[in-house]
């Protein structure tokens, strides 16, 4: 009758890729670098992985926690369509543990502990088009954990020319990198700090895998990356600290790698630590800046240092004020003054075969999109 009951179950359940059985009905997912075992009826340290039968299902896949619209700024992507909107979901669950993170009303539930709704891949770019989107964005919670949906809606996006966007942790093994990454246009990496401490105690994951991510984006893939680095007042915002940690992007990635820094608000278990001041941001960017990078932005705050400028003769090339784009003065992704070709993806007619917007089915219609 047990094997009954797991048999309805695992009928309405999508089998998940990246995972080995083990003995005693134990399987191990190696999609991201937890390795979770994982016994039967339990989930994986993410929640949304769990073992039925001996088998491994995601609990994610075709089902969003979180549906919105946002300016593709607020990913930050900043060299990347700017001025467009990203149509944004996610789920529930997380593979780190983060214990100030932003959104762990989601990202700290179990899939039966959110409201989530039955979404198709083939649905999700109808959503987006009918919603005047460029881009698909997997953020929110961390999207590697539902990554079999991700490559199934990346699959339906190609068909009408969106964009796909990670927005990450960068916490994935080398065996899914390339099943996932290789269907991406852009990505966000959190770089949450540069310390082993700060990424043991305060995120309960580690440093290495996450440079290993950023090195395989820029040395094997053609995908479109900017980091981001949340800056939280005594843990990681040390001016050594962030000089080497911008000194390692110089090193591996290269210069032209956008560096943003975003101002922390207390959160989840960290309510302790106050807001970041204005001035940590500013002291930050002209550290990275010094080390020699070239494009280093302020986020979560107003500021000039949301603005890009040429890093040749420093003309203002792009306007934001938040998250909008109030001017944009490339032409044709150079410098109008001195030609410098500036890095980044900024035509989005590039590739995009977009010609038919379908209407996508009534059941949506209730979203407040
Ligand atoms: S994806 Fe989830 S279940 Fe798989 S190893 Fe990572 S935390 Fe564990």
Redesign the pocket.
């Known amino acids: 009758m047990a094997q009954l009951n797991v048999l309805q179950r695992t009928e309405t359940l999508h089998e998940a890729r990246w995972w080995e059985p083990e003995a005693n009905g134990r399987v191990h997912?190696?999609?991201?670098p937890?390795?979770?075992h994982?016994n039967p009826g339990q989930a994986?340290?993410?929640f949304i992985?769990v073992n039925e039968g001996g088998k491994l299902y995601s609990l994610g896949y075709g089902a969003p926690a979180a549906l919105q619209v946002d300016p593709i700024e607020k990913k930050p992507l900043n060299h990347f369509l700017p001025g467009t909107r990203a149509f944004s979901m996610g789920t529930a669950g997380c593979?780190m543990g983060c214990f100030f993170c932003q959104n762990w009303d989601i990202s700290k539930s179990r899939h039966d502990q959110v409201h989530s709704q039955e979404v198709p891949p083939a649905d999700v770019p109808l959503l987006a088009m009918q919603h005047g989107c460029d881009s698909l964005a997997f953020t929110y919670n961390e999207p590697?954990?539902w990554g079999e949906y991700v490559i199934d809606i990346c699959r339906e996006a190609k068909k009408y020319g969106l964009k796909t966007v990670m927005v990450s942790n960068g916490y994935i093994t080398r065996e899914a990198f390339h099943d996932i990454y290789d269907h991406i246009d852009a990505a966000n990496i959190d770089l949450k700090a540069f310390t082993e401490t700060f990424y043991g105690k305060i995120t309960l994951t580690h440093l290495q895998p996450v440079l290993e991510t950023l090195q395989w984006l820029k040395n094997e893939t053609n995908v479109w990356f900017e980091i981001t680095h949340l800056m939280i007042p005594t843990l990681n915002d040390d001016p050594a600290e962030t000089r080497k940690l911008a000194e390692w992007i110089l090193t591996h990635l290269g210069p032209d790698v956008p560096l943003h820094f975003t101002a922390f608000h207390p959160d989840f278990k960290l309510q302790d630590k106050p807001r970041t001041p204005p001035e940590t941001l500013h002291r930050a960017r002209q550290i990275a800046l010094e080390v020699g990078l070239h494009y280093v932005y302020e986020g979560n705050i107003y500021s000039d240092g949301a603005h890009t400028s040429c890093p040749r003769c420093g003309t203002l090339l792009i306007k934001r004020s938040w998250h909008d784009v109030t001017a944009n003065y490339l032409k044709q992704g150079a410098c109008p003054q001195c030609a410098l070709v500036i890095p980044g993806v900024w035509d989005k007619a590039e590739g995009n075969s977009k010609s038919t917007v379908h209407e996508p089915s009534a059941k949506y219609s209730h979203l407040n999109l």
Not at 29 to 32: A, E, G, I, T
Request: proline share 0%.
């Open positions: 997912c190696y999609l991201c937890r390795h979770c994982i994986g340290f993410c992985r593979n590697t954990i």
